[in-house]
């Protein structure tokens, strides 16, 4: 009987998704910040799943994640020439990483 986390999911994810997963790294003062906490914040489509997020990571920098949050902003109402439009919602990651483990957003991949 091994002993692994209630909700620990095996994900086998193409190489392929693993690319389309991570869409940009989100640079703003506030994840600047967190990068102080060994966390690095990821914009990833809607339909992305956490355990999906986290192997994605591991695979891509290879490093060690220990947790990974995620929220949706909501798409703001914006006028242009007198009309009303939507930008787009947005799914943000916030990955925690390993003790030791760092991730270098402003090298490629």
């Known amino acids: 009987m091994s002993m692994r986390p209630r ?23 506030k994840t600047t910040l967190l990068g102080e906490y060994g966390k690095v914040a990821f914009q990833v489509p809607l339909d992305a799943t956490k355990p999906e997020i986290k192997v994605a990571i591991e695979k891509l920098f290879d490093v060690k994640v220990t947790a990974v949050n995620t929220l949706v902003q909501k798409g703001k109402l914006k006028r242009f020439r007198g009309k009303l439009g939507k930008r787009s919602d947005m799914k943000k990651a916030i990955v925690t990483l390993a003790e030791g483990h760092n991730i270098d957003i402003a090298t490629g991949v």
Do not use: F, G, H, M
Not at 7 to 29: C, F, G, H, M, W
């Open 7 to 29: 909700n620990a999911k095996e994900v086998s994810i193409s190489q392929e998704r693993i690319y389309d997963l991570i869409r940009s790294p989100l640079v703003t003062e």
